[in-house]
């Protein structure tokens, strides 16, 4: 089985996150890059389907040149080889670039399977997995916290709000994963070692036939008008608990109403 | 004035709250014509748009559009771009409605803008970006806006419309019946609110120590008619389901009141709860960060606190 899984680097959720005052895209030298967190969980399902089918994992990204520490982490994980989106002319890039050049990234490539983690911590929207399947007119087999191949058949429980839909499909599809799927695996010390003999092959926006006109912040379909930090919260009351902090409670949910 | 979409959440034929908010916005900005997707209308439902301001209805009751993943719903709704011409279409920015938002952008060739907490004129949206750190406001450039807006945006008021009933029929294409919901697991919640759409969360977590404790969170939430979430720290641990988990990498929550209680609040946390309106904090730790957030705060252990609250709440009712 041929799985891609996109990886995404993102700045750290830890440390304070900053749009660039000058073009308002993320600014990415402001935060150390480390691996989208449910990226690793998309790496994981993607090892263990590969150790249970066969087959290969590819790991694809699109972003910068400072990226390939992102690459380094998922073949150290344990996937095969790499390919790197980076071109200037995707800077700024909305989802709906991101998912087109993305989409025809993989159309190179080639695919059983793709899977990718349900959303990045920085931009949150959700919508990446969604947009690829309908651009790849393959089954959206998304949000799922369980996943199951059999043959050309692939299965997922799909996490709602109500517990989860089982649905069913055939591939190739794409897939998105969600926390507590898997365990992901740290990097061995031979796996860390073994990654840097990996192929990484970078493709520029020509190489995967992106048309220019589609992609980066000219392109976009949407704006950011402005931006400022969130003015801070008023301070709040707060008490020590001394046998009545619960009345106390009490008090101040019926003030405002609550109760 | 031009109509504006909005895409009907509903479950067992009811009209979910977040739908009569996404009314009372586009009713600000345009016409609302409401879209009801798959089975399960009625005269009841129709009231119900109606009340809230939609002037139209298209039904669209195929149960083919509710079995398959997203995609039918995004056919549909492309459709009705293409056939009614709408200025917006307004989604529930939840994560299956982001994902029909996302389809239809695809589709329909238009920005999408997801997780707006308002919506102005211009359809200039409002974001709380980086776990609430940083406010946006951005905009569609081209094609018709596509607005994914949050659960509690805005409260619901009623302003009664015609809500005129238009029979829609979809064919739906291979591609949108690749995906096949072959059954639906509900996992217990009992009668308690939805997540994301309560008017009041509270939340617990590694502070409420094991999964029995919950129950204490649960006798809280359920005096004040409140969902229950749980921290990350929480379903780590297995003590409360992941569905539940309020966070950077679970659901994002806005509601008007929101109790955190054993849970520090870390910036993972934050980012999940940061934009609710009135912030309350039960810790053991006076350092702990969620303290910065809390209108009101109460140090102290949450075994003795919150079954003291709830009592005080039941004998205030």
Redesign the interface.
Same mark, same amino acid.
């Given at each position: 089985m041929n799985i891609v899984v996109c990886v995404k680097q993102v700045p750290d959720?830890?440390t304070?996150?900053?749009?660039r005052s000058d073009d308002k895209t993320l600014d990415r030298d402001a935060a150390d890059g480390v691996v989208n967190?449910?990226d690793e969980y998309a790496v994981e399902e993607a090892l263990k389907l590969k150790e249970a089918h066969g087959g290969e994992v590819t790991v694809l990204t699109m972003g910068p040149a400072k990226a390939t520490e992102t690459i380094r982490k998922a073949l150290a994980m344990g996937a095969d080889k790499a390919v790197h989106l980076s071109d200037d002319a995707l800077h700024g890039s909305?989802?709906?670039s991101t998912?087109y050049a993305m989409a025809q990234a993989l159309r190179k490539i080639g695919f059983d399977l793709v899977i990718l983690g349900?959303e990045s911590?920085?931009?949150?929207?959700?919508?990446?997995?969604?947009?690829l399947?309908?651009?790849l007119?393959?089954?959206?087999?998304?949000?799922a916290?369980k996943v199951e191949v059999d043959g050309s058949s692939i299965a997922i429980?799909?996490?709602?709000?109500?517990?989860?839909?089982?649905?069913?499909?055939?591939l190739p599809?794409v897939v998105s994963v969600?926390?507590?799927i898997n365990e992901p695996r740290y990097p061995s010390f031979k796996g860390i070692m073994a990654a840097k003999k990996k192929p990484v092959e970078t493709l520029g926006i020509a190489d995967a036939e992106i048309d220019a006109a589609q992609v980066g912040l000219g392109a976009?379909?949407?704006?950011?008008?402005?931006?400022?930090?969130?003015p801070p919260?008023?301070a709040?009351?707060?008490?020590?608990?001394e046998?009545?902090?619960?009345?106390?409670?009490?008090d101040?949910?019926?003030s405002?109403k609550?109760? | 004035m031009s109509e504006i979409l909005v895409l009907v959440e509903h479950?067992d034929g009811e009209v979910k709250k977040v739908t009569l908010e996404l009314l009372t916005l586009a009713r600000s900005l345009g016409t609302p014509a409401a879209v009801w997707a798959g089975p399960g209308y009625s005269g009841d439902a129709k009231a119900k748009l109606a009340e809230y301001g939609a002037e139209k209805i298209y039904v669209a009751s195929s149960p083919d559009i509710v079995d398959y993943?997203?995609?039918p719903k995004?056919e549909l709704l492309a459709q009705l771009v293409s056939s009614a011409s709408p200025a917006a279409v307004l989604v529930a920015a939840?994560?299956?409605g982001?994902?029909?938002?996302?389809?239809l952008?695809?589709?329909t060739?238009?920005?999408?803008?997801?997780?707006a907490v308002g919506l102005g004129e211009g359809f200039?949206a409002d974001q709380?970006?980086?776990?609430?750190?940083?406010?946006?406001?951005?905009?569609?450039?081209?094609?018709t806006p596509i607005v994914a807006v949050r659960p509690n945006s805005t409260p619901p008021s009623p302003a009664p419309a015609a809500g005129t009933e238009e029979e829609v029929s979809v064919t739906l294409s291979d591609?949108a019946r690749?995906?096949?919901? =072959?059954?639906?697991?509900? *996992?217990e919640?009992g009668a308690r609110p #939805?997540?994301?759409e309560a008017a009041?969360v509270v939340s617990g977590g590694r502070g409420v120590g094991s999964a029995e404790n919950f129950s204490i969170i649960e006798e809280l939430a359920d005096s004040?008619g409140a969902a229950v979430g749980a921290s990350r720290a929480a379903?780590?641990a297995g003590w409360y389901p992941?569905?539940f988990?309020v966070g950077?990498?679970?659901k994002?929550v806005s509601p008007?009141?929101y109790i955190a209680a054993g849970i520090s609040g870390a910036?993972?946390h934050r980012?999940g709860m940061q934009t609710a309106k009135?912030?309350?904090a039960?810790n053991k730790d006076?350092e702990a960060p969620i303290?910065?957030?809390?209108?009101?705060?109460? =140090?102290?252990?949450l075994h *003795?606190?919150?079954?003291?609250?709830? #009592?005080?709440?039941k004998k205030?009712?």
């Open positions: 959720t830890a304070e996150r900053k749009l967190e449910l909305d989802a709906l998912s349900s911590t920085d931009a949150r929207t959700g919508v990446l997995p969604a947009m399947a309908e651009r007119g393959v089954p959206q087999l998304t949000l916290r429980e799909r996490l709602t709000d109500y517990g989860y839909d089982k649905v069913e499909a055939s599809a969600v926390e507590k976009a379909w949407s704006e950011v008008v402005d931006f400022a930090a969130a919260r008023a709040g009351t707060i008490v020590k608990d046998g009545d902090g619960g009345a106390k409670l009490a101040f949910l019926a405002k609550f109760i | 479950v993943v997203v995609a995004a939840t994560a299956e982001k994902e029909i938002a996302g389809r952008a695809v589709k060739d238009s920005g999408v803008i997801t997780d200039v709380s970006i980086f776990g609430g750190g940083v406010n946006v406001h951005s905009r569609v450039t081209k094609g591609a690749a995906a096949r919901i =072959v059954d639906r697991v509900k *996992q919640k #939805e997540l994301t009041i004040l379903t780590d992941h569905q988990q950077q990498t679970g994002t008007q009141l910036i993972q980012a009135t912030i309350v039960i006076p303290f910065e957030l809390a209108d009101f705060g109460v =140090v102290g252990d *003795q606190v919150v079954p003291q609250l709830t #009592e005080e709440i205030r009712k």
